[in-house]
């Protein structure tokens, strides 16, 4: 059974970090590509981040270049989301998904397994 597990968000002040993780099981993460998305209340569900099957390739939506980096750890499963100089904009769930291939999407309907999201709060 294939099942993605977010973890590591919580409450922040402007201008903190925090590291997201997403842990895989049920399927051979080296075969897919991770992808990070985030929805804020009343918004559309968007893309954060993308990282290819083998590690090689990552992406970036505009807003966040320079300030996340994804992460990946075939051995251990794990793809990571480092979130640095956050904003109180960056408030959302977060959600990792998985699409089996070397294409990276940064559109949602490019998924097959999506977590079940965590809650990062940006807030003084």
């Known amino acids: 059974q294939v099942q993605l597990v977010e973890s590591g968000g919580g409450l922040v002040q402007p201008g903190g970090s925090l590291r997201l993780s997403c842990a895989a099981s049920?399927?051979?993460?080296?075969?897919?590509?991770i992808g990070w998305f985030r929805q804020a209340p009343g918004k559309e569900r968007e893309g954060v981040s993308c990282i290819s099957s083998s590690g090689g390739s990552a992406y970036y939506a505009d807003s966040v270049k320079g300030r996340f980096t994804i992460s990946r750890d075939n051995a251990k499963i794990t793809v990571y989301l480092q979130m640095n100089s956050l904003k109180p904009e960056d408030t959302a769930v977060y959600y990792c998904?998985?699409?089996?291939?070397?294409?990276?999407?940064?559109?949602?309907?490019?998924?097959?397994?999506w977590g079940q999201g965590t809650q990062v709060t940006v807030s003084s």
């Open positions: 049920g399927f051979t993460l080296d075969y897919y590509a």
């Open positions: 998904a998985a699409t089996y291939g070397t294409n990276c999407p940064m559109e949602r309907s490019g998924y097959d397994y």
